[in-house]
């Protein structure tokens, strides 16, 4: 597949194939098992997983920050004219580093201190059991949720998409039916689903492992010149992608102990179903961005701004497809979404419909928001990123889920996102249009 040369409609959607299958079985892993645990333990067993929510967003988001940010100067090197393969595989080789090493803390400090995180979380008494119970199986494959979004990144990066989304596809079946087996025909209930979530992140694993006994595999592991100032780099390019997953994890966190004043447990179950929705809708907004990121870079890396701007149109489009059929199935069908994720009571199936319409208008403008950090991360535009991101994911959202129930009443903070995604989206269509004008007017 080239970059440089080859039609920007065919690679692109190629990408988008692999990118959405991968993130569409990512976003499973979690649905799948807040449907299974919901069904066996009801509306506290989807308040569980709605508190371990954040533990996940910790841990994809560090294999994006290696992932990604690696990536992305992978890409940009190997677009330029001489295309340096060994400088490219020295940022590979700093990422698996850097991925070890988080891998290591994140280890440690979960399995040492998950009950602390969980009550920090918004746990409480019988959702706090069934929440350790869900994540004791999980702790023994921390490591691998970590590098499968990493490696996932590289393969895309290095032209083998299609490994990328199969690995994660057999892991993703293997969870899905694992589920079933583990929580109802074993009678394991919140442990069996983390056990299936475990052990199918394994498998995503050791099939992401093939692609370096493979022909086409052009990553290979050097010294690395000055290790320490090629992680600065990639951390800083991939600190936006990074930061969007732990500020889903912050988010969940603020709106789970605000809900729990202000609301109760029927919200807080609500909310879990919202917080699986919205991981699934980022996830095709990730898909976008990832889609887009290799042949961005690789064209950025080579000054060719008019490859750039037929790759936007195309990611524009289909962020548009997105935003549309999200937020139309916040809107019409509410309760069915519920009873796909839990065995609900009366008192949830009367509060979910409104508090899914409001919180679901954010729907409207969350992929566009998401694909700009890519897009400016692609054009080596770490600072605008960066804005967007912590200005979406902590700063204006973070002030709103306090301030709005406190000057109105407790149903305001379903709308803290809409209102956080209208104005963030002012902000990155005012910088996107400006750099992708520098692109038509000069070379990159």
């Given at each position: 597949m080239?970059f440089?040369?080859?039609?920007?409609?065919?690679?692109?959607?190629k990408?988008?194939?692999?990118?959405f299958?991968?993130?569409?079985?990512?976003?499973?892993?979690?649905?799948?098992?807040?449907a299974?645990?919901?069904q066996?333990?009801g509306?506290?067993?989807?308040?569980?997983?709605?508190?371990?929510a954040p533990?996940w967003?910790?841990?994809y988001?560090?294999?994006?920050?290696?992932?990604?940010?690696g990536?992305v100067?992978?890409?940009?090197?190997?677009?330029?004219?001489?295309?340096?393969?060994?400088?490219?595989?020295?940022?590979?080789?700093?990422?698996?580093?850097?991925?070890?090493?988080l891998?290591l803390?994140?280890?440690?400090?979960?399995?040492?201190?998950?009950?602390q995180?969980?009550?920090?979380?918004?746990?409480?008494?019988?959702?706090?059991?069934?929440?350790?119970?869900?994540?004791?199986?999980?702790?023994?494959?921390?490591?691998?949720?970590?590098f499968?979004?990493?490696?996932a990144?590289?393969l895309r990066?290095?032209?083998n998409?299609?490994?990328?989304?199969?690995?994660?596809?057999?892991?993703?079946?293997?969870?899905?039916?694992?589920?079933?087996?583990?929580?109802?025909?074993?009678?394991?209930?919140?442990?069996?689903?983390?056990l299936?979530?475990?052990?199918?992140?394994?498998?995503?694993?050791?099939?992401m492992l093939?692609?370096?006994?493979?022909k086409k595999?052009?990553?290979?592991?050097?010294?690395?010149?000055?290790?320490?100032?090629?992680?600065?780099?990639?951390?800083?390019?991939?600190?936006?992608?990074?930061?969007?997953?732990?500020?889903?994890g912050?988010?969940t966190?603020?709106f789970?102990?605000?809900?729990m004043?202000?609301?109760?447990?029927?919200?807080?179950?609500?909310?879990?179903?919202?917080?699986?929705?919205?991981?699934f809708?980022?996830c095709?907004?990730?898909s976008?961005?990832q889609?887009?990121?290799?042949?961005?870079?690789?064209n950025?890396?080579a000054?060719?701004?008019?490859?750039?701007?037929?790759?936007?149109?195309?990611?524009?489009?289909?962020?548009a497809?997105?935003?549309?059929?999200?937020?139309?199935?916040?809107?019409?069908?509410?309760?069915?979404?519920?009873r796909?994720?839990?065995?609900p009571?009366?008192?949830?199936?009367?509060i979910?419909?409104?508090?899914f319409?409001?919180?679901?208008?954010?729907?409207?403008?969350?992929?566009?928001?998401i694909f700009s950090?890519?897009?400016?991360?692609?054009l080596?535009?770490?600072?605008?990123?960066?804005?967007?991101s912590?200005?979406?994911?902590?700063?204006?959202?973070?002030?709103l889920?306090?301030l709005?129930?406190?000057?109105?009443?407790?149903?305001?903070?379903?709308?803290?996102m809409?209102?956080?995604e209208?104005?963030?989206?002012?902000?990155?269509?005012?910088?996107?249009?400006?750099?992708?004008?520098?692109?038509?007017?000069?070379?990159?």
């Open positions: 080239d440089l040369n080859g039609k920007i409609k065919t690679i692109y959607f990408y988008l194939s692999a990118a299958g991968s993130a569409l079985i990512t976003s499973i892993y979690s649905i799948v098992d807040m299974m645990v919901g066996y333990h509306p506290e067993g989807s308040a569980a997983l709605a508190v371990v533990v967003n910790i841990i988001s560090f294999g994006l920050l290696m992932g990604i940010g990536s100067l992978f890409s940009t090197i190997r677009g330029k004219a001489d295309g340096n393969e060994r400088k490219s595989n020295e940022y590979f080789t700093a990422s698996v580093i850097g991925s070890i090493v891998a803390i994140i280890w440690v400090l979960i399995i040492c201190f998950d009950r995180f969980l009550v920090f979380f918004g746990a409480q008494d019988h959702t706090l059991t069934l929440a350790r119970e869900y994540v004791r199986p999980i702790k023994l494959a921390i490591p691998f949720f970590l499968n979004q990493m490696l990144a590289y990066n290095d032209k998409p299609a490994l990328a989304t199969g690995a994660v596809l057999a892991g993703g079946i293997f969870n899905i039916f694992g589920d079933y087996f583990f929580v109802f025909v074993c009678d394991m209930g919140a442990y069996g689903a983390g299936a979530t475990a052990i199918g992140s394994t498998i995503s694993f050791l099939a093939s692609h370096f006994f493979m595999n052009t990553l290979r592991l050097v010294r690395p010149e000055r290790l320490f100032g090629k992680l600065k780099e990639i951390v800083v390019t991939g600190f936006s992608t990074f930061f969007i997953d732990v500020a889903m912050i988010l966190i603020l789970n102990r605000q809900i004043i202000y609301l109760g447990t029927n919200a807080l179950a609500v909310y879990g179903v919202i917080v699986n929705i919205s991981t809708v980022q095709c907004s990730y976008v961005g889609a887009s990121q290799p042949i961005i870079s690789t950025f890396g000054g060719k701004g008019d490859r750039i701007r037929e790759t936007l149109k195309y990611a524009l489009g289909t962020v497809f997105f935003s549309l059929f999200w937020t139309a199935i916040s809107m019409l069908i509410p309760n069915a979404l519920i796909l994720f839990m065995t009571t009366q008192e949830v199936l009367e979910a419909p409104s508090i319409r409001c919180y679901g208008l954010s729907f409207l403008l969350l992929p566009l928001d950090t890519y897009y400016f991360q692609a080596m535009k770490p600072r605008e990123a960066f804005i967007a912590v200005a979406r994911g902590l700063v204006i959202s973070g002030i889920i306090y709005l129930p406190a000057v109105f009443d407790g149903s305001a903070i379903w709308f803290a809409p209102v956080t209208v104005i963030v989206a002012f902000y990155v269509i005012h910088e996107m249009i400006k750099y992708t004008k520098q692109l038509s007017t000069r070379e990159v």
